[in-house]
Each structure stands twice: as structure tokens, then as C-alpha cells.
């Protein structure tokens, strides 16, 4: 069964902005540290932003540092990704992620994450 949905993807030009969505089926949502990965073609998918359950702590990568903004509604189960000042080497596919509930620690690595969306395209045109 699909447990998390990405939605917000799509075109848009150098400096402009996105938001992405991700909705999770899982339960429980409020419990699960939840992070948003990229992977453009011929690359490694690699980490974007995270945010714990405890808290609500987020992480970025260098990448997105001033740049995007994680977030979380638990009332909705959806974990949001605001993106702006889109640059065109942001151009990949996006991935949302969760971890198992009640498991601490905010990391940045693939195998780390328990489930995966099935991703939304983000192209960044120059």
C-alpha cells in the first residue's frame, strides 16, 4: 500500500519558488523523524533537509542552507519542503522519507530511512 505521496513538483524558473508535500499513510506520523532526499540523473540520492519527531529539530544539507525550509504538520500528516531561490543544479527528483516511529536521531544517509515515496520531479530552468 502507498504510505507517503509526494506532491508540488514541477517547472519553474532560476530564483523562483516550490513547496512541496509529502502525505503520509503511516501510522503513527507524529512519532517519526520524516526527511526529504534528491536524486538527479546519473547521481547518488542524497540528503536534503530532516525534522525530527521530538522537537520538531530540523537538519539541512549545505545545499539548502538558506535556501529551503522543512517542516510538519502532525494534525494533517504531511511533512512539507519549502524551497526557494531555485538554482537549476536543484533539478532532481524528490523523495520523501520516514523513519521508524519513536527512533531518535536526525541522520542523512539513505539506509537510515524506512520508507520512500515514489518522488516528484522539480526542474529548475535558467
Request: charged fraction near 20%; include cysteine; charge should be positive.
Amino acid at each position: 500500500q502507498v504510505q507517503l505521496v509526494e506532491s508540488g513538483g514541477g517547472l519553474v524558473q532560476a530564483g523562483g519558488s516550490l513547496r512541496l508535500s509529502c502525505a503520509a499513510s503511516l501510522r503513527p506520523f507524529s512519532s517519526r523523524t520524516m526527511g526529504w532526499f534528491r536524486q538527479s540523473l546519473g547521481k547518488e540520492r542524497e540528503f536534503v533537509a530532516g525534522i525530527q519527531w521530538t522537537g520538531g529539530s530540523s537538519s539541512y544539507a549545505d545545499s539548502a542552507k538558506g535556501r529551503f525550509t522543512i517542516s510538519r504538520d502532525n494534525a494533517k500528516n504531511t511533512v512539507y519542503l519549502q524551497m526557494n531561490s531555485l538554482k537549476p543544479e536543484d533539478t532532481a527528483v524528490y523523495y520523501c522519507a520516514a523513519r521508524k516511529p519513536l527512533v531518535p536521531g536526525l541522520p542523512d544517509k539513505v539506509p537510515e530511512y524506512d520508507y520512500w515515496g515514489q518522488g516528484t520531479q522539480v526542474t529548475v530552468a535558467s
